[in-house]
């Protein structure tokens, strides 16, 4: 796949030429931003409905909390707060992806007309592979060191932005040898997923490295941990700094952001695409 091509996502193209912003739904009840509807589906919709007004092209759902030390949740409770929230937005014009890694909720996610996964454990559960073979949904594969449960605990590398790189590359070797096709693939390095902030700052110093695998990168960074270490700001309160931090992010060829706060992402990929547009 050439790096900007559409990817794949179910019933739709995305276009990757351009930066390209994910909005978030959260749907669990101890998201570490203190955004999650759970139980809410109806606020929900209208949260994700309004997200899509303010210019994202594709939504993320998620429901099941992959904070650091979160537990997890039951495969029926996870599919109960999903349900409801994807089959309300079926409609709202652009593709639908559901951050799981249980392969029982891919399934239900996928009957239910889910366009892409998002899976932070890189499809490595049994059976997750081929599940997603049988389908046309776009799926992200994710580096994350250890658990939720665990994975901040003492995450170490050897070097980190060439063994998170050499991860994916794996998976990305996984996923074809399924028979999963390289339009349906991105990758995502998972920012503060097992790594310190200063393994953070290496990754995003070094990007570029990413986009080498040739394949779209997803980057993560809306209002996570490494940003309240640098600015101490409480999550709430790192719009400015997730901006800034997907600018450099894009800058190194970023082609999805993944972000809570659309409108403010909008303004800058739009400053980002004018200023390209004339070199």
Avoid at 9 to 36: A, E, W
Avoid at 75 to 94: F, H, K, M, N, T
Avoid at 109 to 129: C, S
């Amino acid at each position: 796949m050439i790096i900007g091509s559409p990817l794949r996502c179910g019933r739709f193209f995305l276009d990757t030429q351009r930066p390209r912003i994910m909005g978030i739904v959260n749907l669990t009840d101890d998201s570490f931003s203190g955004d999650g509807w759970q139980g809410r589906a109806d606020a929900a919709i209208a949260h994700g409905l309004q997200l899509v007004a303010e210019g994202a092209h594709i939504l993320d759902l998620g429901a099941e909390s992959s904070r650091p030390g979160a537990q997890p949740v039951s495969v029926q409770q996870e599919i109960d707060r999903l349900l409801p929230v994807l089959e309300g937005l079926a409609q709202c014009g652009v593709p639908l992806s559901v951050d799981t890694i249980k392969p029982d909720v891919i399934r239900a996610a996928l009957a239910a007309g889910a366009d892409m996964i998002n899976d932070i454990n890189a499809l490595r559960a049994p059976g997750a592979l081929e599940l997603l073979t049988k389908s046309n949904a776009g799926i992200c594969l994710m580096h994350m060191q250890g658990a939720p449960q665990n994975m901040q605990q003492n995450p170490q590398y050897t070097q980190v932005v060439g063994d998170v790189a050499d991860f994916l590359a794996a998976r990305v070797a996984a996923a074809q040898h399924a028979g999963i096709a390289l339009d349906r693939l991105c990758i995502d390095p998972g920012f503060c997923f097992g790594k310190t902030p200063e393994h953070n700052l290496q990754l995003l110093g070094h990007l570029e490295m990413f986009s080498a695998i040739g394949l779209p990168v997803l980057v993560g960074l809306s209002r996570k941990s490494v940003l309240g270490a640098l600015t101490g700001r409480a999550p709430g309160e790192r719009v400015f700094a997730g901006v800034a931090a997907h600018m450099l992010a894009m800058a190194q060829g970023a082609r999805i952001l993944r972000v809570h706060d659309v409108a403010a992402t909008r303004d800058a990929v739009a400053i980002f695409e004018s200023v390209e547009s004339v070199q």
